[in-house]
């Protein structure tokens, strides 16, 4: 089997995180890394054992090695020309999240992608955890019955430092899709509308707005709420979430810890009717998070497949995101455009 060969764009926390991950692959080798800073790439070749050749810009090492695939690690910013390059120049493209960052650059790499016939998908690395896969199963089994409310709550008392204290929007931009994103997954719906007030907490240390509360309705008919915080002090929720689906049936419970649970009604009699507990039952047993994310996009793209993540869909995630903070700064309902 010919060995992907694969360029690593963006030396940052994440690309140390991918070239980790992607290291012992039999099918996929990273044979050169870009980063505008010389140290950075430097710095990932030296703790992963790595002797490639290091570039500067994409465009220096498109010319110079021939690539299957680029891995696009950097920052959103960037993410637009490196991946409608990286796509042009006849590479597939495997980013990081966000695929972009508005409705027009997503247009525009999904047009990229559709002319060139190039493979383009996003890291939604969450999708890849039993909890994750626990509650989309108790939901396409029927066990809770027809979905008619989601609920998420995301609360952290987030340190970061850097640029994120500065940052727009940053709960929005640089968190939610991860929840918005398990919601749609979860129940197999998207979102149509979005409704969204976009605050600060008192004393939060972050210049733009680090919670928000959004409320999505989704095709079907049922309604997403979620509640988040990036300043919240104290009783943290896991970076999952802690989920609630009701439905006609029942209700599915997520801690964003332990294993998914549902309880269902079991009687037609009392003011509450008496119900029982279901445990989930996932037949996923695959790696988790970053490391299943990337293990399902390598994999689909070695075999000719589309990866479950490729950018048709994940765009519908960022076009919640998108469309949450029109509503923010609206005030207004919108629909959600991607
Ligand atoms: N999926 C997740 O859970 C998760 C977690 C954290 C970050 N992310 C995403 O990963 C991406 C990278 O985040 P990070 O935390 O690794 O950031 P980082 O700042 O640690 O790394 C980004 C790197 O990209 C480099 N870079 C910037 N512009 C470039 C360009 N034009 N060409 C080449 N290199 C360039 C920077 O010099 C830096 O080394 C972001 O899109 C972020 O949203 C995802």
């Known amino acids: 089997m010919a060995r992907l060969r694969a360029l690593l764009v963006g030396c940052g926390s994440m690309g140390n995180n991918w070239a980790g991950i992607l290291g012992p692959r039999p099918d996929i080798d990273i044979v050169g890394l870009v980063d505008v800073i010389p140290t950075a790439s430097a710095a990932l070749a030296d703790r992963n054992g790595m002797d490639v050749p290091r570039f500067r810009s994409l465009d220096d090492a498109l010319r110079s090695l021939d690539i299957d695939v680029v891995l696009d690690t950097s920052i959103p910013e960037t993410r637009r020309r490196i991946a409608g390059d990286a796509m042009e120049a006849g590479c597939h493209v495997l ?3 966000p695929l972009g960052t508005s409705v027009g650059e997503a247009r525009e790499l999904l047009a990229i992608s559709a002319r060139t016939g190039k493979t383009h998908a996003v890291m939604q690395n969450r999708r ?29 008392g987030a340190h970061f430092g850097g640029f994120r204290d500065k940052m727009a929007n940053v709960l929005l931009l640089d968190m939610a899709i991860h929840t918005f994103d398990q919601a749609r997954f979860m129940t197999g719906s998207d979102a149509v509308t979005a409704w969204c ?24 008919g049922s309604r997403y709420c979620y509640r988040g915080s990036w300043s919240a002090e104290g009783a943290a929720t896991p970076w999952e979430a802690e989920w609630r689906i009701s439905g006609s049936l029942g209700t599915a419970i997520w801690d964003g810890r332990s294993a998914p649970y549902a309880e269902v009604v079991a009687g037609t009699d009392g003011f509450v009717r008496p119900t029982k507990r279901v445990e989930t039952t996932v037949d996923w047993e695959g790696p988790s998070g970053h490391a299943g994310c990337l293990d399902e996009m390598v994999t689909a793209l070695v075999n000719g497949h589309r990866p479950m993540t ?29």
């Not at 995630?317 to 207004?332: F, K």
């Open 95 to 97: 980013s990081e999240k």
């Open 128 to 156: 890849y955890l039993a909890g994750t896969q626990g509650m989309r199963q108790l939901v396409a089994d029927g066990v809770i019955g027809e979905v008619g409310m989601v609920c998420a709550d995301f609360f952290l």
């Open 197 to 220: 007030d976009e605050f600060n907490l008192p004393g939060s240390w972050y210049q733009g707005n680090a919670s928000a509360l959004a409320v999505f309705e989704m095709t079907g």
């Open 310 to 338: 490729h950018s048709g869909d994940n765009a519908k995630s960022l076009g919640m995101v998108l469309a949450a903070i029109e509503s923010a700064g609206t005030g207004e309902r919108v629909a959600v455009r991607l």
